[in-house]
């Protein structure tokens, strides 16, 4: 069994290695849930965060996530798992996508790069906070801090929220939810398209 396991001291070795190698693996985060766990492409690690390229149980591609190594409990790589989800990527005709250009410097701060990127890029994001989910698109960060313009139930533009850098337990970019509230603004700038003016459908107006 290929199997990286410390604890709360885990390092980032393996999850470098398996970076550089462009392979598979599994992660464990969550100490109450031993079944539970993340596979999909180890894309870049600093010291303190981990990128990956979630993959569905059927092989297909979920979306990006940021990770905190401290959390990550257990690795797996190699395994027929891993092995079963490559059959199945390659089945589905799917292919691993990069989040960036050019892989970061090893001592670049991945969370605030990944961040910089989705505000250049304008993407819409997620931020796990224990059993909070927030969702919206960056206006700024820095190390310490982003400022996230959030998006309501319909996917309408809301309040902004500052958020602690150190309190984001996992940071979601092109996965379902992101992709759902994505759906929903089109939905609302089509059903703002299709409102008719208020002007020519006023009589009073008119006059």
């Known amino acids: 069994m290929n199997n990286a396991n410390s604890g709360s001291r885990y390092s980032a070795y393996v999850l470098r290695i398996l970076a550089a190698q462009g392979a598979l693996a599994s992660v ?10 993340a596979a999909g492409f180890v894309e870049a690690v600093d010291a303190e965060h981990v990128l990956m390229l979630d993959l569905t149980p059927w092989g297909q591609i979920e979306g990006w996530r940021v990770r905190r190594n401290a ?9 027929e798992y891993e092995q079963r989800l490559g ?13 960036f250009t050019e892989p970061p410097a090893e001592d670049t701060d991945l969370l605030l790069s990944v961040l910089l990127a989705c505000r250049e890029k304008n993407s819409i994001v997620s931020v796990i906070e224990g059993d909070d989910m927030i969702t919206g698109r960056v206006t700024e960060a820095n190390g310490l801090r982003m ?26 970019i092109d996965t379902q939810e992101e992709k759902m509230y994505a759906s929903l ?18 009589p009073e107006a008119q006059k």
Request: hydrophobic residues 35%; aromatic residues 10%.
């Open 147 to 172: 400022k996230l313009r959030l998006l309501d139930f319909f996917g309408r533009e809301a309040e902004e929220e500052t958020i602690n850098l150190r309190d984001i337990e996992i940071l979601e």
């Open 185 to 202: 603004e089109d939905m609302e700038r089509m059903r703002m398209t299709l409102l008719p003016d208020e002007k020519k459908s006023d």
């Open 87 to 99: 059959m199945l990527l390659a089945w589905n005709h799917e292919k691993r996508r990069s989040f």
């Open 28 to 37: 464990y985060t969550d100490p109450e849930d031993p079944e539970g766990f």
């Open 71 to 79: 959390d990550v409990l257990q690795v797996l790589y190699g395994e």
